[in-house]
């Protein structure tokens, strides 16, 4: 997330971690993807409990 921040507000150049993994190459991308997923998985977990019988 500081990296992606850094690109979007500090200019061109500002981000200096060097990496190929892709979150580091996708900084934007990555930011937005990974709270998306995580969202979408627990609420699918709560949807489920919620409509599950109580025990």
């Known amino acids: 997330m500081a990296a992606a921040r850094r690109e979007l507000f500090a200019g061109p150049g ?12 996708h ?4 930011s ?3 709270p998306a ?3 979408g998985v627990f609420r699918s977990w709560a ?3 919620s409509r599950s019988p109580a025990a």
């Open 14 to 25: 500002a981000a200096t971690a060097v990496s190929d993994a892709w979150p580091m190459r």
């Open 32 to 34: 937005v993807l990974w």
């Open 37 to 39: 997923l995580i969202t």
């Open 47 to 49: 949807v489920h409990r």
């Open 27 to 30: 900084l934007v991308l990555a």
